[in-house]
């Protein structure tokens, strides 16, 4: 069992940078790849990065790469995503999931989500 708390959201402007935190618990999670994903109001939820169990190697959504930065603290069993360069579409409610070994960009196959934090940016 993995447990998952994110942590960081806010409401910023446009150019403005956000930290979000996801705290995970559980004895095996050195064995799960975490992910971001995003939803906003009336889309689907959408991926945004990974980062691969062990190997640390990731993957970003076009949308956010070069502006958002994915990190692991093994120690703290935690993941962290920098979000800089905001921008008003990239308001939406954030979500962290687990998936055991590779990570993928589908929800569907992420078998841990923790309650989500909303970011907000204004133009």
């Known amino acids: 069992q993995v447990q998952l708390v994110e942590s960081g959201g806010g409401l910023v402007q446009a150019g403005d940078s956000l930290r979000l935190s996801c705290a995970a618990s559980?004895?095996?999670?050195?064995?799960?790849?975490m992910a971001w994903f995003r939803q906003a109001p009336g889309k689907e939820r959408e991926f945004v990065a990974s980062?691969?169990?062990?190997?640390?190697?990731?993957d970003y959504a076009d949308s956010v790469s070069g502006r958002f930065t994915l990190s692991k603290d093994n120690a703290k069993n935690t993941i962290y995503l920098q979000m800089d360069s905001l921008k008003p579409e990239d308001t939406a409610t954030y979500y962290c999931a687990a998936l055991k070994h590779f990570p993928t960009r589908r929800s569907n196959d992420y078998e841990y989500w923790g309650q989500g934090t909303q970011v907000t940016v204004s133009s």
């Open positions: 980062i691969t169990y062990g190997m640390h190697s990731t």
């Open positions: 559980g004895r095996s999670f050195s064995m799960y790849s």
